[in-house]
């Protein structure tokens, strides 16, 4: 009998990763969202209520932005993006300690876990901020994005970002409970410089370049240069930020397998 070749035994490993990771899509969401009342719909929900509810404060009280930027526009892409890397790095902290009776499963590995939690937080945020922009859009209260690929190509360094951050800080809550009670003020201190609030250019030269060290901002200002165009001037550094993520992705896979190789010692 011949043995298998090296392209049948990708594919049947690819078709069972596909497998395990449906399960696990539908596992979560039954655990998180439950079969009754919006089920499901909360995932794109809890975003929209929240972009929403920040865009209806900002309004009540005659906030406005410079340049003529729609108030509503400056909201959706901003904290639209804010929500989807915060809540991927969220709902990956003690992912692992929570699922060790799953990974107990041979075809169940910890970057499953990581990566099912992650796919739902992108799902629920992109869902939400093509809902938002195309509700808003139709009521004629803001204009379609001026470059649509360039909104494309900054939410996907985003989700890069996102991803890789949560794989990172997700690993880590497995050395130590430390880390997911330092995230959560870190979190909270990252926010306020996410670029979800103010444009960079806005800000004067020198913290300009103290918050662009933060790679998040430079999605931002991608997605919200190809949403409004020649009307804001936007600071960004695409190649900066891809070698951050780029760093972040290895480093992040790294510690999910060395946490997945304590997880199989003990």
């Known amino acids: 009998m011949q043995p298998a070749m090296p392209e049948s035994s990708f594919m049947r490993s690819l078709a069972i990763q596909r497998r395990v990771i449906g399960a696990l899509l539908m596992r979560e969401v039954i655990t998180r969202f439950g079969r009754d009342n919006l089920g499901v719909l909360w995932l794109v929900g809890e975003p929209m209520i929240f972009t929403l509810g920040v865009a209806a404060v900002w309004m009540a009280f005659g906030m406005n932005h410079g340049g003529g930027i729609p ?3 400056f909201a959706i892409t901003g904290y639209s993006s804010v929500l989807m890397w915060r809540n991927t790095v969220s709902r990956c902290i003690s ?13 169940v590995l910890v970057i499953d876990v990581m990566l099912t939690r992650i796919a739902l937080e992108v799902v629920g945020a992109t869902a939400s901020f093509i809902a938002l922009s195309l509700v808003f859009t139709a009521a004629e209260l803001i204009t379609p994005p001026v470059d649509m690929l360039q909104v494309l190509g900054g939410w996907l360094m985003l989700v890069w970002f996102g991803t890789s951050l949560a794989l990172t800080i997700g690993a880590l809550t497995s050395y130590s409970h430390l ?20 444009m960079v250019d806005w800000l004067p030269t020198a913290f300009q370049k103290v918050v662009l060290l933060l790679p998040m901002v430079h999605g931002v200002e991608m997605v919200r240069e190809g949403y409004f165009g020649n009307t804001v001037r936007t ?8 070698e951050c993520c780029l760093v972040l992705t290895l ?11 304590r997880v199989e010692a003990e």
């Open 71 to 73: 108030i509503v526009a």
């Open 95 to 107: 992912a692992i300690q929570v699922n060790l009776g799953l990974l107990y499963h041979r075809n």
């Open 179 to 198: 880390i997911e009670r330092l995230w959560h003020p870190a979190s909270y201190f990252m926010f306020p410089l996410s670029g979800a609030a103010f």
């Open 235 to 242: 600071h960004y550094d695409a190649a900066y930020m891809a």
């Open 251 to 261: 480093l992040g896979l790294f510690l999910v397998r060395d946490a997945a190789l």
